[in-house]
């Protein structure tokens, strides 16, 4: 089974990368940097979750895009 993450986690990623998809990337400490500029959060592992969304995020958008190609 998968993880069960809050809606505040997966919103926000979804939004980040819906604002700056050039900017997302499928590399969890670029995506830490990006979090950390565009929200302003207090809580490191609140930060981490989101990064590890957005990372996710944006793998599964690049599998798609590959199936679409092929």
Do not use: C, W
Not at 2 to 7: A, E, I, L, M, Y
Not at 23 to 34: I, M
């Amino acid at each position: 089974m998968g993880k069960v993450r809050p809606s505040l986690v997966k919103r926000t990623a979804r939004t980040l990368l819906e604002l700056y998809p050039s900017e997302a990337s499928d590399d969890f400490e670029r995506n830490k940097e990006l979090v950390n500029q565009y929200v302003h959060l207090k809580s490191k592992k609140l930060r981490n979750q989101i990064a590890g969304y957005l990372t996710h995020l944006v793998k599964l958008q690049r599998r798609e895009e590959e199936a679409v190609q092929e």
